[in-house]
């Protein structure tokens, strides 16, 4: 059963950098996308950033374009999202996700930037 557990959110001020570090871990596949997505509340969860097993594609939504960069370690299973420039409508619970032939979600982390 795969596991994911993402760390390294928090609070930070407009203008400010977070990374947030997710971990796969229990039977992982031997190839897999990976991604980050967030739900703000009030809002449907949208995606937010996303990696292909060798790095070699990335995609952005165009909100976080230009200030959130996504990589990946395949060695430790691992994606990170680091986030610059954060703004107050970035204050989202961000999720981790692993696509494979099936798909997987961490539990969550929060992430509020004020104003």
């Known amino acids: 059963q795969v596991r994911l557990i993402e760390s390294g959110g928090g609070l930070v001020q407009a203008g400010g950098s977070l990374r947030l570090t997710c971990a796969a871990s229990g039977g992982t596949p031997t190839t897999y996308a990976m991604g980050w997505f967030r739900r703000a509340p009030g809002k449907e969860r949208e995606f937010v950033a996303g990696?292909?097993?060798?790095?070699?594609?990335?995609d952005y939504s165009d909100s976080v374009k230009g200030r959130f960069t996504v990589s990946r370690d395949n060695a430790k299973n691992t994606v990170a999202l680091q986030m610059n420039s954060l703004k107050p409508e970035d204050t989202a619970v961000y999720y981790c996700n692993l696509q494979a032939d099936i798909s997987y979600w961490g539990q969550g982390t929060q992430v509020t930037v004020s104003s």
């Open positions: 990696i292909t097993w060798t790095g070699g594609s990335r």
